[in-house]
């Protein structure tokens, strides 16, 4: 199966793999989800997620949803961000 990824505009670092390009299936608390990548059939998933895992859940709810981790410069941006709001307030 190709599994297609999404990446969600309401969740930071949030994404999902699903067996349907459109991502119709994807939980509507994390949308909008926009489409960012496809895994070709036999092809290994990034990250070395296990593909078995992924399909497993595909076919039992829809999708799989998965979390990047934090990389540093994503922590101090976000640092920043709370230490600009903090002294403007």
Known sequence: ?????????????????A???SGQGLPDQ?????AVGVVREGAPPPHDLS?????????????????????KAAVRKRG????GDAAAG
């Not at 949803?65 to 934090?70: E, Y």
């Open 19 to 21: 067996a349907d390009e």
């Open 80 to 83: 920043r961000k709370a230490s």
């Open 1 to 17: 199966m190709r599994l297609f990824i999404f990446k969600s505009d309401a969740s930071i670092g949030l994404r999902a793999f």
């Open 51 to 71: 593909r078995d895992v992924i399909e497993a859940a595909i076919n039992d709810v829809g999708y799989q949803l998965w979390r990047l981790k934090d990389s």
């Open 30 to 34: 994390f949308r909008p989800w926009h």
